[in-house]
Every structure is written in structure tokens, then in C-alpha cells.
């Protein structure tokens, strides 16, 4: 459950004016991958018990490697479904239910940064086929997207790419031929391989924690603001 081919195309000028953009707690209000997971459980009490009983294997597992116990519990959430049938469900949540945590002042934003010509993208730990499915239901033009991909594994689905952290980086990179951006739209510090290379950072409705460790990590020159949810 990998990206649209078009995604992969590395663009004639990688180091253009790049503006980029989380989505869980950025452009939506939670984890959209995780409330989908849960809402999927609830409907499905066997396959919540299921999730309940890997627990005991993948939280130890997660104190060395959350990528590792991810894996474990997306394959629990998974086994015995087809990729096809798995898909409906992300489609049906991100049509559904997600539009309804967007967050409007940052959806303006991305507007804004489209029509002044930059080169839009997401960078997100979530699945690129919700952030697609999102924008279709808001009826918006598709964005490049590097995000977690799954792949078929004993009989379910595991994760092949966490897009977290440093990896959101290799990713533009690898995906994207992006190596370079100018502005970072996020909520969390797990970002900071990002932020390192920004010359604008806008951090919405950062914590405390967040906005200190931001705050040390950049330098004068670096533009730095908060937009909270509205």
C-alpha cells in the first residue's frame, strides 16, 4: 500500500522554494491512523482481542524499537483481511470521519503557500492514502505525499516504512528528490531533523516542551511562530 506512481518522480528543480507540511496535528487534530485503528477495533470485537492479546508481545518490543511493535499490532489489526478490503475501510474513515478533525487555519495556509508558487508537500507518519482521501472528500488538488506504507506479510499487513523523524527526511529525498525546503508546518519535535533546515518554522499549538526545545534548536535567522487550532 505504497504511494501514487507520480509521488516517486524525483521534479527538475529539487532544491525550489519547498514548503512542508505534517498532518497528523497539523493539518488534522489527531492521530489519524491510530483513530482509525481504534474505531476499526470497536466494530470488530474479535479483532480487538486479538490486537489486546499481542500487546504483551509488542510493548517490551516498543521500548527498543516502536517501529518493530507497530509492525506486530498493524499485522494483529490486519490478519486475515485483504489489502483491498483494508483500503475500503481507510477510504470509508477518511471520508467519513477524518474531514471533521481538519483543521481549517492550516488548510488557509496550505492554500496560501500553493498560490505563492512554492512547491507544497506532506511529510506524515499516517498513511498517504488517508491524506489523499482527505483531500478528495475537501475536493482539493493532490499534493505530493511521502508517509508510512504497509506491506503484506503472514497473512496480514506490516509496516515497511514508519515515516517518522529522520525518516521523513530520507524519504523527501528517496521519494521526491527533495533535499532541500524553506518551511516546516508541525506540531511536534519529533520533526526536528525538518526543523534543522528551515528558514521558517511554524509550530501549531505546540506544547510547552515543544516550543522551548524548538526555540534552542534553531538560531536568529530562523523565523519562528505559532499558529494555534481555531
Known amino acids: ?31 489519524s491512523f491510530l483513530d482509525f485503528a481504534l474505531g476499526y ?6 479483532r480487538l482481542l486479538l490486537v489486546v492479546a499481542l500487546l504483551p508481545v509488542a510493548l517490551p518490543i516498543g521500548l527498543r524499537s516502536w517501529r518493530r511493535a507497530a509492525a506486530i499490532l498493524v499485522w494483529g489489526l490486519t490478519l486475515g483481511t485483504s489489502t483491498h478490503r483494508f483500503a475500503r475501510a481507510l477510504h470509508r474513515y477518511a471520508r467519513e470521519t477524518l474531514p471533521r478533525y481538519a483543521n481549517e487555519a492550516l488548510f488557509v495556509e496550505l492554500g496560501a503557500q500553493i498560490e505563492a508558487g512554492h512547491r507544497v508537500v506532506i511529510a506524515t507518519g499516517s498513511m498517504p492514502l488517508l491524506v489523499r482521501s482527505l483531500f478528495r472528500a475537501r475536493k482539493l488538488p493532490l499534493i505530493p505525499i511521502v508517509g508510512s506504507r504497509l506491506q503484506r506479510r503472514w497473512g496480514g499487513l506490516t509496516t515497511e516504512t514508519h515515516c517518522i523523524g529522520k525518516t521523513k527526511v530520507r524519504e523527501l529525498q528517496r521519494r521526491l528528490g527533495i533535499s532541500q525546503w524553506s518551511a516546516v508546518y508541525t506540531d511536534s519535535f519529533a520533526d526536528r531533523s525538518l526543523l534543522r533546515g528551515a528558514r521558517s518554522i511554524t509550530l501549531v499549538s505546540p506544547s510547552e516542551r515543544t516550543l522551548r526545545r524548538t ?5 536568529g535567522t530562523t523565523v519562528l511562530r505559532v499558529l494555534r487550532r481555531g
Open 41 to 46: 477495533c470497536v466494530r470488530r470485537p474479535l
Open 1 to 31: 500500500m505504497s504511494g501514487d506512481r507520480a509521488e516517486s518522480e524525483v521534479p527538475r528543480d529539487a532544491t525550489a522554494n519547498v514548503v512542508v507540511f505534517d498532518f497528523d496535528g497539523t493539518l488534522v487534530s489527531r492521530d
Open 215 to 219: 526555540q534552542a534548536l534553531i538560531d
